[in-house]
Every structure is written in C-alpha cells, then in structure tokens.
C-alpha cells in the first residue's frame, strides 16, 4: 500500500516525503512538498520545489545546486518538462495533502497515512446506510471482517489512538458498542451450551467455565473476582499424598471472602432410586457436596500455611460453597422436584445449581440487554 509520512516542523507547517517523479540509478527528480496553515487562504495548504537529487555511496539522495536561477542572465532560462505521468502522479499526491489537511489539520508530530484500495478504500468512504445495508445482506462476511478488525484492535501497539477516537463518540453509541460486544459474548456461551448440554467430559466444562468465568459470577449476589483455577486448598498427607484441588476459588470483591465452586457435568444424575414416598439423592450428587465441604474445612484449617504472610490474598470466614452439577430435565414428576428442593435448600453454606439453572441466568441476561437495547 501507498503511504505518506507527515512532521510537523512548527506550529504552521509541516514536512512530507519528497515526490518521486522520475528515478534513474544516479539522478532523481522530486517535488518537496510543505504543508502549511494559510491564514489568508486556507485552501491554499501547499507548497513546495522541484529538486534534482543525485545519489551518494551510502545509498542516500543529495540536492543537486550546480545552478542558481538568481545568476541567470536575461538572455538565459530554465525549461522544467514533466512527463504525462509524471504530473499525473504529482497532482495525485498533492491531493492526498489537500485532503489530508483539508479533514486532520496539520499533524502533531510525525504521522503515517496508509492509501487503502480496492474494497477497503470503498468500505471507509461509504455511508451509514452503505454500511447497514452490505451487513443485512453479507451478515456472513461482515461478521468475519468486524471480528478481524476487533482482534487487530485488540492487539494494536499504539491502543491509544483508538481510545481517543472511542471517546468522541456519543455516550449512547459507546454503550449500545458495549451491549453488542457482551451480547455477541453471552450468546455464544448460550449456544455452546445448547450444543453440550449432554456432555459428560468434566474437562471441557472446567476450561469452557474458565475462559468464561463472568458466568461463574452470576452464581453469587456480591460481585467477585477470579482467585485461581484448579486451586490447591490443602489436604496433603506428611509424605506429600492426597490434596485437595476446588475446581474454582473466588473472593468477594469487597470483603476479600472466599467462595470454592466445583464443576461436575450435566450428564450426572441428581437423584437415586425412590424410597417410599420421595427419592434419594444419586451418590454423585451427595458424594459432590461432602468433597466440597470437605475442601472448605481443608481451606480452613490449613489457611495460613497456604497463605503465608500474603493474607490480602483472599480471607476465608465461613467461604460460600456451590456445587455445579446435573439438569433439571431430569425432576420430571412433582415429587422429584419436591425431593431436589428440600434436600438443597436444606443444605448450610453450601449452594447447589444445576447446569440449565446457570445457563438460564446468562439467557436472562441477554434478554434483559436486548430490551434496553
């Protein structure tokens, strides 16, 4: 691509990189162009010279001033031809620098414009209706390219530029940007889940959760921050066997309290076989509650030694405990449902969620963004 590299030299002017008009392996000829704020005419943004240059051994130019039009004598003159393609190609420019000036000002110090072609010089001169309408009928395509740009973005070294323009825009339009970015990120979670909702590879839901832990947040009613995945919280024998791993450890966010999640899978049975008039719980269920509670007294008891001197780490008072297991499909009769409930909610500092009641609260979400949307 073609690019032009403007400095400013003052508060009124600026420099541009020589035109190349025409080049041989020794002499070039160029147009040196300054940019200029014109009080008196501000269209008039441009000047410059025509210069021929000559090239030294260490591959750089040098003007060439063997001759003075000052020393002409009346009978002498100067006969300066451009080819067709030469002039062709400095009017080109120059109107780059008209426009350049014409919609940025002047530069502050030194600024590279990149010439776009093709469809890109076509996408940044469309309209907003332009705009809609290459969306509604490419949503394909235009999704592809907004998602290639957001990454570009992302990773660009010189992030403040984009952050200056974000600010001159409306505060309506940065939050509708903000809602479309969280919607696009919860609809894919929704849609990930819909696709494994009889998954039973406990893995994939650890690294699903981990990548996406804001879900994990919308368990507690207090916000939370990520301690660590797949945390140690003690339990190692004196020749270093056992230990005990939580598949989560959060904090409150303001009162640096502990809370530990453990991550089953959806596959996994919530109740037993019937006993009388209601059911038991299945050995996953109960056996995923013990071992949680187990990893809270472990937490406890040994929390100073996992801690050592860096307390602010995370406090532990009675940590909130959830387990994350199995589907609610499966309570299809009223005394199911009876069974689940009393049993979780009889639970103490431990909370039990099943996986479609975790993802229903990520449906809520979105609904709730699209409505104020």
Not at 324 to 329: P, S
């Given at each position: 691509m073609e690019k032009l590299v403007l400095e400013s030299t003052s508060i009124k002017t600026a420099t541009s990189e020589p035109i190349e008009l025409r080049v041989t392996d020794r002499i070039r000829l160029v147009f040196v162009p300054t940019i200029v704020n014109n009080d008196h005419d501000p269209n008039a943004c441009v000047k410059g010279h025509f210069v021929y240059q000559k090239k030294l051994k260490a591959e750089q130019w040098e003007d060439i001033r063997d001759l003075k039009l000052t020393?002409?004598?009346?009978?002498?003159g100067v006969k300066l031809e451009l080819k067709s393609a030469e002039l062709l190609q400095l009017l080109?420019?120059?109107?780059?620098?008209?426009?350049?000036?014409?919609?940025?000002g002047l530069p502050n110090g030194k600024i590279e414009y990149v010439k776009l072609s093709g469809a890109l010089e076509g996408l940044c001169n469309s309209s907003n209706e332009d705009l809609k309408e290459f969306i509604e009928l490419q949503s394909d395509n235009a999704v592809g390219m907004f998602?290639?740009?957001a990454k570009w973005l992302s990773n660009i070294?010189?992030?403040?530029?984009?952050?200056?323009?974000?600010?001159?825009?409306?505060p309506e339009s940065l939050n509708q940007l903000n809602v479309v970015a969280g919607l696009s990120v919860l609809k894919q979670c929704l849609k990930t889940w819909e696709s494994n909702r009889f998954s039973s590879d406990e893995e994939f839901w650890q690294k699903e959760l981990t990548k996406n832990s804001f879900i994990l947040s919308q368990v507690f009613s207090f916000p939370v921050v990520v301690v660590?995945?797949?945390?140690?919280?003690?339990?190692?024998?004196?020749?270093?066997?056992?230990?005990?791993v939580v598949d989560f450890l959060y904090k409150n966010k303001f009162t640096n309290n502990a809370a530990l999640i453990e991550i089953k899978t959806p596959s996994i049975n919530l109740l037993g076989a019937k006993y009388r008039q209601t059911y038991n719980v299945s050995t996953e269920l109960s056996g995923s509650v013990n071992q949680t509670l187990n990893y809270n007294s472990s937490l406890g008891q040994e929390y100073f030694s996992?801690?050592?001197?860096?307390?602010g780490m995370f406090s532990s008072f009675s940590p909130n405990c959830v387990v994350?297991?199995?589907?609610?499909?499966?309570?299809?009769?009223p005394e199911k449902v009876k069974a689940f409930e009393l049993y979780r909610n009889n639970l103490k500092n431990l909370k039990i969620l099943t996986f479609?009641?975790?993802?229903?609260?990520?449906?809520?979400?979105?609904?709730?963004?699209?409505q104020s949307n």
């Open positions: 020393e002409l004598r009346p009978s002498e080109k420019t120059l109107g780059q620098l008209y426009r350049i000036h014409h919609r940025d998602k290639r740009i070294e010189h992030s403040e530029k984009i952050v200056e323009s974000l600010e001159t825009l409306p660590k995945d797949k945390a140690y919280v003690g339990g190692k024998s004196i020749n270093n066997q056992g230990g005990n996992l801690v050592g001197y860096n307390t994350i297991i199995g589907n609610t499909q499966e309570l299809n009769s479609d009641e975790l993802f229903g609260r990520v449906e809520n979400f979105i609904q709730i963004l699209e």
